[in-house]
């Protein structure tokens, strides 16, 4: 069974960047739904960006949309999340997701069916 370990977040400013990483282990991403979720204190866990199963499709939420770039390496083991003019209210706990084989890029987290243990995103103003 594929597991998935976050890295990459961190304190940083607005306007700053970072790229947030998921690397698949048991396993490849190859022909699966991936995607990234958030939840901030006392929220509910949304969506972010998904991609389908042959990156071709991709979705983002609106306020990320234009900042946010969600891709996959060559080698189908690590999801990417480029996260670039950071807001305040970016902060979060950022979750990888694992969708179904074949899947396409939903906004639904109950589309997802496999995640990562988080990493935190805390970006100052």
């Known amino acids: 069974q594929v597991q998935l370990v976050e890295s990459g977040g961190g304190l940083v400013q607005a306007g700053d960047s970072l790229r947030l990483s998921c690397a698949a282990s048991?396993?490849?991403?190859?022909?699966?739904?991936t995607g990234w979720f958030r939840q901030a204190p006392g929220k509910e866990r949304d969506f972010v960006a998904t991609?389908?199963?042959?990156?071709?499709?991709?979705n983002y939420a609106d306020s990320v949309k234009g900042r946010f770039t969600i891709s996959r390496n060559n080698a189908k083991t690590t999801v990417y999340l480029q996260m670039n003019s950071l807001k305040p209210e970016d902060t979060a706990v950022y979750y990888c997701?694992?969708?179904?084989?074949?899947?396409?890029?939903?906004?639904?987290?109950?589309?997802?069916?496999?995640w990562g243990q988080g990493t935190q995103v805390t970006v100052s103003s």
């Open positions: 997701a694992l969708g179904p084989k074949w899947g396409q890029a939903r906004s639904d987290r109950g589309s997802f069916g496999s």
């Open positions: 048991g396993g490849t991403l190859n022909n699966y739904a």
């Open positions: 991609m389908n199963w042959n990156s071709d499709e991709k």
